[in-house]
């Protein structure tokens, strides 16, 4: 067995041990020096190495630089550059809203990872430890693990780098919004650095009564054996908020045909806001992470990464409805000034923690003239969560749907009776392993597979105000076991570095029970016996041009769900025996397409079908799968006027701006309810001179009614025309 050099990202990444009386190697910030065109980055996960322009998937990048020409501030912002991602906002028994994404239709809310860990928590993420965001699309378990049947989303967190370096930025906006990031970078001697980002926002969202998102965070970082062939990454990750729950507006129910949402009818507006003054949605998360990188030789490279995190959240809600009969019909007829009501259960106090360690090694060698590359590895990890459910101490009170009441009765007040407790335990472990073939050098074979064992078992009581601490009369106990074998097969062809043609297959499964701490229910007596199933297609195309200044990518795509689960709209989900498919077309370019105008575009094409249903619903057969907008598309777009028109002005001046649309869509299987199209035009000046940056972003310019998450008979309306003005220093 001889040794071959290292491929892709790791080619890059090896470097020999500095002399200790060499000068302080220069910054190397991936953020400063990630590549225009996407393509040429890497994954940023071991597990898959190599470029982005090699990996035989469709992934979509949204750089640092993108981030801060648009203002980003929430992961759901940075999202909105991926057609084909959608927002949900679920009742889930108290148990959901945060950031929960649906990719290419289907449910992603376990499928968001931070440097390739399970982020179990549901909660608003702030941007300000943001390196990058990467979303993968098709079925990914093979990579991932359970889920990941549209794809999952991964975010990579900034982390110590070699060189001193300072950044300081402020934004205020109407809203209002006021925002300080505060991101130090300090070398400590040639091998080893800290670093630490701090944050704090305060935030009312325009045009909408009542609604404020207040956060404060913090990033903690230390590197160690940087630059050399043997790494250590160290972070703490904290972040509280404190928010006003926002479950939407209800959907003006039809006694037939579809429904829309009440804002869509004359007398209904934008601002209306249908919950209450008690709904609140605080949190706080804790988050540590380990990274360990060792190059061994020239051949071999080990990492293992691990994670803890904690996470609280106390949450109460008021879910608005809209019926035919006493409510939507009036509406739709032209009168809105009759009484909405008001349900969901009151909320909850919830604990969470969780861990993860997955251990991999990368194998590039020769054997018998043929280029191998393997990847193997194991991952571990574990959630507990347990749930406090708060109890009104009356009725509400409700207003109509012109003019809704925010305010309730002096004598109204939430509290834990202690009566409704559960708690959740979750683990799973799995091997996986991979092998990249080389027939000659242009053509290769990626097969791959991972084996996962999964067990929770869970327990709840509605009476009796047990502490839940053993199984004892009153509580009941539900558990489930699963293991399941998800496959990948890539065929790839590169006749040149910059083209790559590939054809793909995977499986993905999602086990009943799975994903706990944003599910309140996660079994029941009925609960499904065998894991949801999941088979992606993708046919693909990855091609640099102009000297790799600009990546384009194109794929044909289809993926078919079997054994499908449904939110009865309570946290819990139940076998539907359904079985969906979407397929469609991603397109996407990222680069520059001269020295001063850079682009990053993206379009999304969803056909999507039930094919089956049971004789109890077969009337959904042929119907779309919900939250699958048939045509999506993103653009963003800067050009340096400084450069070659404005010759005689120092420095940077941009100019930009964007435009995101998506197609209407339904968010029931039925087709009855339908969330309307979307459409924003976004706009940028910015004018860098030295070590100062000065920057107006406006944001839904034509100040559209828009509607950025959805859930059944709900929708959470966008904000209207905004402006932020931004101030930064770097040093």
Not at 129 to 144: C, D, I, W
Not at 413 to 436: C, E, P
Request: proline share 4%; aromatic share 12%.
């Amino acid at each position: 067995m001889s040794a071959i050099p290292l491929l892709g990202a790791q080619a890059q990444q090896a470097t020999s041990t500095p002399n200790a009386t060499e000068e302080l190697p220069t910054v190397t910030v991936e953020g400063d020096n990630a590549p225009a065109n996407a393509l040429e980055g890497s994954t940023g996960l071991s597990r898959m190495p190599g470029t982005i322009q090699d990996t035989p998937q469709t992934i979509t990048v949204i750089s640092q630089e993108t981030m801060q020409q648009q203002g980003v501030t929430t992961l759901e912002q940075a999202l909105r550059n991926v057609p084909g991602v959608t927002a949900s906002s679920g009742e889930g028994n108290g148990g959901m809203n945060g950031d929960q994404f649906r990719i290419r239709g289907f449910q992603a809310n376990g499928d968001i990872y931070v440097d390739g860990l399970r982020d179990f928590g549901s909660y608003t993420r702030d941007s300000f430890a943001f390196e990058s965001v990467e979303v993968f699309k098709g079925s990914s378990s093979e990579n991932f693990g359970m889920g990941t049947t549209g794809g999952a989303i991964n975010i990579t967190q900034k982390q110590a780098h070699l060189g001193d370096k300072y950044d300081f930025e402020g934004q205020i906006g109407n809203g209002p919004l006021y925002r300080v990031v505060g991101d130090v970078n300090k070398q400590i001697d040639d091998t080893t650095a800290v670093r630490f980002v701090g944050m704090y926002t305060e935030q009312d969202l325009v045009d909408r009564d009542y609604v404020y998102k207040d956060r404060y965070g913090f990033l903690g970082a230390v590197g160690f054996g940087l630059g050399t062939d043997q790494t250590l990454h160290l972070n703490i990750f904290y972040q509280d908020g404190d928010g006003q729950t926002d479950m939407g507006v209800p959907f003006a129910t039809r006694s037939t045909g579809v429904s829309l949402p009440v804002t869509e009818y004359p007398g209904v507006s934008r601002s209306n806001y249908y919950g209450k003054e008690t709904d609140k949605d605080n949190y706080d998360v804790t988050m540590f992470t380990a990274k360990y990188r060792n190059e061994v030789n020239e051949w071999l490279t080990v990492t293992n990464d691990s994670r803890l995190a904690y996470y609280n959240r106390y949450y109460t809600q008021s879910a608005a409805s809209c019926a035919a009969a006493t409510c939507g019909m009036s509406v739709i007829n032209g009168n809105a000034n009759v009484p909405y009501a008001l349900g969901g259960p009151a909320g909850f106090d919830q604990d969470t923690y969780g861990g993860q360690n997955i251990t991999t090694a990368i194998a590039d060698v020769t054997i018998g003239g043929f280029r191998n590359q393997f990847v193997a590895g194991v991952d571990f990890y574990f959630q507990n969560d347990s749930r406090s459910y708060l109890t009104n101490s009356g009725a509400k009170t409700v207003g109509t749907v012109a003019d809704p009441s925010f305010y309730n009765p002096d004598s109204f007040y939430v509290y834990d009776s202690g009566l409704n407790l559960r708690r959740s335990q979750a683990t799973n472990s799995a091997i996986f392993a991979s092998d990249r073939f080389w027939f000659v050098d242009t053509l290769s074979l990626l097969a791959g597979g991972r084996f996962d064992n999964y067990n929770i078992d869970y327990e709840t009581t509605s009476t009796g105000g047990r502490a839940p601490s053993a199984n004892v009369p009153g509580w009941s106990d539900y558990d489930s076991h699963s293991s399941f074998f998800s496959p990948s097969l890539s065929l790839i062809w590169e006749p040149t570095k910059e083209q790559t043609y590939y054809v793909s297959w995977g499986k993905s499964y999602t086990p009943p029970g799975g994903n706990v701490a944003v599910t309140p229910n996660p079994l029941s007596s009925t609960s499904a016996t065998e894991p949801e199933s999941n088979e992606t297609t993708e046919i693909g195309a990855k091609l640099s041009l102009l000297d790799g200044k600009i990546g384009l990518t194109g794929a044909l795509f289809r993926t078919i769900k079997g054994n499908a689960y449904y939110d009865l709209g309570n946290g819990l989900y139940q076998p539907t025996g359904d079985r969906q498919r979407v397929q469609g077309v991603e397109l996407g370019a990222t680069g520059n397409l001269t020295d001063a105008w850079t682009i990053q575009a993206a379009y999304t094409y969803l056909d999507s079908e039930v094919t089956y249903s049971p004789p109890a619903t077969a009337a959904t057969i042929g119907n779309e799968v919900n939250y699958a907008p048939r045509n999506s598309a993103s653009i963003w777009t800067t050009y340096d006027v400084a450069k070659h028109w404005l010759t005689s002005i120092p420095g940077e001046l941009l100019v930009g701006g964007g435009i995101t649309y998506s197609d209407g869509y339904y968010t029931n299987t039925a087709n009855t309810s339908w969330i309307p199209e979307t459409f924003s035009l976004d706009a940028l000046i910015s004018y860098k001179q030295g070590n100062y940056r000065f920057a107006v972003n406006g944001y839904n310019l034509t100040d559209e009614l828009n509607y950025v998450a959805g859930f059944n008979n709900r929708a959470v309306v966008g904000t209207g025309r905004a402006v932020v003005f931004t101030v930064g220093a770097t040093f």
